[in-house]
């Protein structure tokens, strides 16, 4: 990247003070400068035109009254801390707080001059009234509620399973298939009670975000429409509104076909999502027509309480189908007519009156869902797991999507979330992903952001927060930019983990955080601080603290948004895997993640394969480099399991691997069910999109037969005794 000139008119400064890094280091530790042209289209994403020196002017003065007068509409602080005012707050306040409390004081100045009150010990989202002036002021706890909290014992053991919710199979009943191609959120409840049964805590799950009906071959949980609703096709009709009314909208579909579908090995999402939806519709018309009084007023309840989002993003379900071309293609809605891209517009308006019954199968569809969610988690804790279901949110939505056309004012529009040239990606990468603008987080109080946590929370035991490292800093590349004409962007961290803690409390919940690879300092503290898990993965934990393969999408190769690669190391690598009573306790302990190799796969170097196959090596790489590196790696891990054999066993050897990653003193063990089952393939490969089938995969087993395997049985006993242990 070309260094840019530095510019006299104030851009740099009013860059610095919108949080944007102007100058940063790459991975070859060479300084790079930002052009002038990408700090004005980061600068305008956030309202703040830069095109000449008086819109910079004026955009710097903007900046400055808001940072010095303005109280925000939320205020963010803890539980009794020292919380500062503006410049302006002066004289008595009242906070009126959501217990009923009244609490009345006085502003006071520091020596620094600088007003500031005591926050409350209450935590909540309370009212501050200033003499001219009130906001929200959001008291968060110390910490999310800790493992601990949650169970009840002072130093917590607990374990769980981790599922891609569409790889699951049920067995059928009778001759019909109870998945019909695809896992659902029924086969999510057998398998919550099912993993109950076997003594698991949690059942973490993949990202179960709305995606796109007109579109079900865009499969990746990565890339959702909408954070804030769920997989419509993931809805398990039968155990809301009855077998029966299963049966009969299922009337026109031919059981052979089924089977059929239900057979394969990777799932036919067109095929399967046609069938799936075939099925809702013919429910929802007979739903209209003589739905039970009592379901249709939880559905109505439904709509009330989910209110204008749930039924913009109906409606631009309902306006993306209709938009195909005759083709089959779709255009996304940036290159719709121009009256259609405004969800508050009056063609937008007398469209939805015009479809009404389309509208309504979206939010019924969606209804179901949400259902189907809440009964899982609520089976899995009633039949003993301590804490239910940890759902997955993604780090961003797709630009094309449902979130993006509904809630345009809050996105940094016109940017990709991506990652800045490495030694490994010359040219950078872009996801092709959403950001909140936080400019704009902090002018609506931060509601983009706690509306999307509650929506995750709604129904389940806790939230692992993909690549939390966005939090704090986000690349971002200008449409129709190369990624490295990017730029790094600053983030509110304290203010959003405060919230984050304050949320987990009301729900009752833990929160995880993906930290893999490349953490800044101090990062970690941060989350451990805020009662955040972080993770610890068994191919990461390195003896040296230079021999961390495993890299953060900020920094380093990740060559999708739900990617995250490993470099296995060379020939100069350390030769220890640190023992797991060495692991950081502040931590999940997990033997894999749904984009890196499983148990068997590393072992067998089926991701080598895979990249060999696909030319996915990296620049300096070789086959022959890589697989002599992964013999030393089976070796050195071989060595801490204490395996007597050498050379190492040829087959995986899953238990004492479970074994050694569960002896661990992290207060959570989590394994994904692709290593109970002896799964070869990880669900998705990294920088591979059609050439590897990623999202399709199912397990070959139904749960109940999973669990009835003996081998299976054993990895499970393995992982429980690593638990047990004091």
Same mark, same amino acid.
């Given at each position: 990247?070309? &260094? ?328 996304? +809605? ?170 987990? +409390? ?188 990623? +999202? ?18 054993? &990895? ?11």
């Amino acid at each position: 990247m070309k &260094r840019a000139k530095a510019e006299p008119d104030g851009l740099s400064a009013l860059a610095l003070d919108a949080g944007i890094a102007e100058h940063w280091t790459d991975a070859r530790q060479r300084p790079q400068q930002v052009s002038p042209d990408t700090l004005r289209a980061l600068l305008a994403a956030m309202d703040l035109p830069a095109g000449t020196a008086g819109d910079i002017e004026d955009s710097r003065r903007r900046l400055a009254e808001q940072a010095a007068d303005a109280l925000p509409p939320m205020l963010v602080t803890r539980c009794n801390a020292r919380t500062v005012l503006p410049q302006s707050a002066r004289g008595p306040y009242r906070i009126l707080c959501e217990s009923g409390r009244i609490l009345d004081g006085h502003i006071q100045a520091g020596a620094d001059r600088v007003p500031f009150m005591v926050a409350p010990d209450e935590p909540g989202y309370h009212r501050l009234l200033l003499t001219s002036a009130e906001a929200t002021l959001a008291v968060a706890p110390q910490k999310a509620p800790s493992l601990a909290d949650l169970t009840g014992a002072a130093s917590p053991r607990c374990w769980g399973l981790a599922a891609q919710v569409y790889s699951l199979r049920q067995d059928a009943r009778a001759t019909v298939p109870r998945t019909h191609g695809f896992g659902d959120f029924g086969a999510l409840r057998e398998l919550a009670v099912a993993a109950a049964e076997q003594g698991a805590d949690m059942l973490a799950i993949s990202p179960v975000h709305a995606m796109y009906t007109a579109q079900p071959e865009r499969s990746s949980p990565y890339s959702p429409s909408n954070r804030l609703f769920l997989n419509v096709l993931y809805a398990a009709p039968a155990s809301v509104l009855g077998q029966e009314a299963m049966v009969r909208a299922l009337s026109g579909v031919e059981l052979a076909e089924l089977s059929a579908l239900d057979g394969l090995d990777l799932i036919d999402w067109p095929a399967a999502a046609a069938i799936r939806l075939r099925v809702l519709r013919a429910l929802h018309a007979e739903f209209s027509r003589s739905g039970a009084v009592s379901q249709r007023a939880r559905y109505g309840q439904f709509c009330e309480d989910r209110g204008q989002a749930l039924r913009d993003h109906a409606i631009f379900e309902a306006l993306h189908a209709a938009q195909r071309a005759p083709d089959g293609t779709i255009p996304p +809605w940036q290159k719709w007519p121009a009256a259609l891209r405004d969800p508050a517009s009056s063609q937008v308006r007398r469209f939805a009156q015009d479809h009404p019954l389309e509208v309504d199968f979206h939010q019924f569809a969606q209804w179901l869902a949400a259902e189907n969610l809440a009964a899982a988690h609520t089976a899995g804790r009633e039949a003993g797991m301590r804490l239910g279901l940890l759902a997955d949110l993604a780090v961003g939505a797709s630009p094309d999507g449902s979130h993006a056309w509904s809630r345009q004012a809050d996105l940094m529009r016109g940017m990709s979330v991506g990652a800045p040239p490495d030694i490994y990606n010359p040219l950078g990468q872009g996801w092709g992903l959403t950001a909140f603008s936080p400019r704009a987080l902090h002018n609506n109080g931060y509601a983009a952001f706690i509306e999307m946590l509650r929506a995750v929370l709604a129904h389940t035991g806790g939230v692992r927060i993909d690549h939390i490292l966005g939090m704090a800093r986000l690349w971002l590349v200008p449409e129709g930019g190369s990624p490295a004409d990017g730029a790094y962007l600053r983030y509110p961290l304290d203010e959003i983990l405060a919230l984050i803690a304050l949320e987990a +409390w009301r729900h009752r919940a833990c929160a995880i955080g993906e930290n893999l690879g490349t953490v800044p300092e101090g990062f970690d503290d941060r989350l451990k601080d805020n009662g955040v898990l972080g993770m610890n993965v068994l191919w990461f934990m390195r003896q040296a603290p230079d021999a961390q393969p495993g890299t953060d999408r900020t920094d380093a190769d990740a060559a999708s948004p739900d990617a995250v690669i490993t470099e296995a190391p060379g020939p100069d690598a350390p030769a220890g895997f640190t023992p797991p009573a060495d692991w950081p306790e502040n931590a999940a302990a997990m033997t894999t993640t749904h984009d890196l190799p499983t148990l068997r796969g590393w072992w067998e170097e089926r991701d080598i394969d895979w990249r060999v196959k696909l030319n996915l090596l990296g620049h300096d790489d070789d086959e022959a480099s890589l697989r002599a590196a992964r013999a030393q790696d089976r070796e050195a891990l071989s060595r801490a399991l204490d395996l007597d054999a050498d050379p190492p066993p040829v087959d995986a050897p899953a238990p004492a691997l479970l074994r050694f990653v569960s002896s661990s003193p992290c207060p959570l063990l989590l394994v994904p069910m692709e290593d109970i089952a002896g799964v070869l393939d990880q669900p998705n490969l990294p920088g591979t999109i059609d050439t590897h089938p990623n +999202w399709r995969q199912r397990l070959p087993l139904s749960i109940r037969a999973t669990f009835a395997d003996p081998a299976a049985q054993a &990895r499970l006993d393995a992982a429980r005794a690593g638990r047990r242990q004091s």
